[in-house]
């Protein structure tokens, strides 16, 4: 199972270094995404799925008595989730604000909407 797993990694990290290397920037946001769900799969693989019993340590005992689920991974997870949901709101208002000034997608584009300059509207105001 562990064996599935880290190839269903590499593929999609492949395919989201195919997709983020792309011109368009939806293309980056969706690879982006996708590179962040292969992380959070690649710390679930290597937290071990032997079993699905929680690690309950009986009275008496320093350590588990058998083999147990590793609860560490899990917590990194449900981080690494809540984090990589902030991160893509962020990347969304940048993507939403380059598209409302630049008025494309596709990233050559923006290089070449670079040096055009962006004149502020209070600053017309001001001038008699």
Not at 3 to 15: E, P, R
Not at 80 to 100: D, N, R, S
Not at 110 to 128: G, L
């Amino acid at each position: 199972m562990e064996t599935v797993l880290a190839l269903l990694t590499g593929l999609m990290l492949a395919g989201s270094i195919f997709l983020m290397l792309g011109r368009n920037l939806i293309r980056f946001i969706f690879g982006l995404v996708l590179a962040s769900n292969a992380v959070n799969l690649l710390i679930f693989t290597a937290g071990r799925l032997d079993t699905s019993r929680p690690p309950l340590i009986p009275d008496g005992s320093l350590h588990p008595t058998a083999a147990v689920a590793n609860s560490l991974p899990q917590a990194l997870i449900l981080t690494a989730i809540v984090i990589g949901f902030a991160l893509l709101v962020f990347i969304f208002i940048l993507f939403l604000k380059a598209y409302q000034q630049l008025g494309t997608v596709d990233t050559e584009a923006m290089t070449v909407a670079e040096s055009i300059t962006y004149k502020d509207p209070s600053e017309e105001r001001q001038q008699p």
